[in-house]
């Protein structure tokens, strides 16, 4: 069964977050460009890595069949998982440290940015982006993003994952009409990234399109078994250290059914644990039947000083005759943004005064 095309708007306008182009007119401008460099959001999750895995390896195996040699390179703004390794295999994949120096002789032809389109997302890159954004591409699914990055946009909002249109994409890029006849090479990370932004298919952004596309590439030769093993059966106890820690810092907003935790440098550090180990911490109040929103506060450090980093989650389905919380339009009030049972923002304040503006913020 062909994937279903992503849904593009007529008549879009080049300033506004809105589509400006389909998944096989960035498949032709693709294969037009000698060399492709690929870019996400610093800290990359499944669907970020798995996204732009998968659209560098289809880039690459067309590049040989055509006779050429490989012209796509992944860049990726620390910290990374633990089983990034795993899932970028033998793709030419550079991780930048923080307030390390990007590397200074690449000068690609085309910039293809995957499952973001926002300059705060994008921040250890934005130098080398500023002069190079007429040859930029977006694909991503987010409710918002900086239009000015890139004129050429693909943006499915309805779409659960990043690699539901890059599935698409790579299908033009190999000349298949099905994602079950992907490589198994390209389908596996297509498959990370569709199974963790839908928390292995359970939330609320789960439909007819995901199921489909997850079925199409088991067909194509994912092993999930080993993936789920692979994702989420090798923690370190030091994550559940960590875990314990933002757990027990937990408070109860009665009032707004929310439950807030936090976690500070210093728990990082008695832990022993990585930033990239925080990970499904802010689903865990979910749980709790009156609970209806959940944020987690990490306290982060970089050149420019201490920040928090919010993670916003809610359920879907109203309570005693509230609506559901849109946590994306929470995020909106404060810098951030991104779907409305998962969003996030970075604020450049303290943890309390972080906390005290985002309770302020909550419906």
């Not at 030091?238 to 009032?255: T, Y």
Request: hydrophobic residues 40%.
């Amino acid at each position: 069964m062909p994937i279903p095309p992503s849904p593009i708007k007529e008549n879009a306008v080049l300033d506004q977050w809105t589509s400006t182009t389909t998944a096989s007119e960035i498949a032709d401008w693709i294969a037009a460009q000698p060399s492709i460099l690929l870019l996400t959001h610093t800290k990359p999750d499944g669907d970020a890595l798995g996204s732009t895995i998968a659209l560098a390896q289809a880039i690459n195996i067309m590049s040989s069949t055509s006779g050429a040699t490989s012209k796509a390179e992944c860049w990726y703004a620390a910290p990374m998982p633990s089983w990034a390794k795993t899932i970028i295999a033998n793709t030419k994949a550079r991780t930048i440290e923080t307030d390390q120096p990007l590397p200074g002789a690449f000068d690609p032809a085309g910039i293809l940015i995957a499952d973001t389109g926002s300059w705060n997302q994008l921040a250890p890159f934005a130098e080398f982006l500023k002069p190079r954004l007429d040859r930029t591409t977006i694909i991503d699914h987010h409710l918002q993003g900086d239009a000015e990055i890139a004129s050429r946009r693909l943006l499915d909002t309805t779409a659960a994952a990043a690699v539901q249109p890059a599935a698409e994409i790579c299908c033009h890029l190999l000349g298949v009409d099905s994602p079950s006849k992907l490589p198994t090479d390209i389908a596996t990370p297509l498959y990370v990234g569709l199974a963790t932004d839908t928390g292995w298919f359970k939330h609320s952004n789960v439909d007819g399109r995901v199921m489909r596309l997850a079925g199409q590439l088991l067909d194509a030769g994912v092993n999930h078994t080993a993936l789920y093993a692979m994702l989420y059966q090798r923690d370190r106890t030091a994550r559940f250290k960590l875990m314990a820690r933002a757990l027990e810092s937990m408070e109860v907003i009665k009032e707004k059914n929310a439950a807030i935790m936090t976690v500070t440098l210093q728990d990082f550090k008695d832990t022993k644990a990585g930033p990239g180990e925080t990970g499904g911490f802010v689903d865990l109040p979910q749980s709790v039947a009156a609970i209806r929103v959940v944020a987690l506060l990490t306290e982060q450090h970089d050149s420019d000083g201490t920040f928090t980093k919010v993670s916003l989650r809610s359920k879907p389905d109203e309570w005693e005759g509230q609506p559901a919380v849109d946590v994306n339009a929470v995020c909106n009030t404060l810098g951030g943004g991104g779907h409305a049972r998962a969003a996030g923002v970075k604020i450049r304040k303290p943890l309390d005064e972080a906390k005290a503006m985002l309770i302020a913020a909550l419906p």
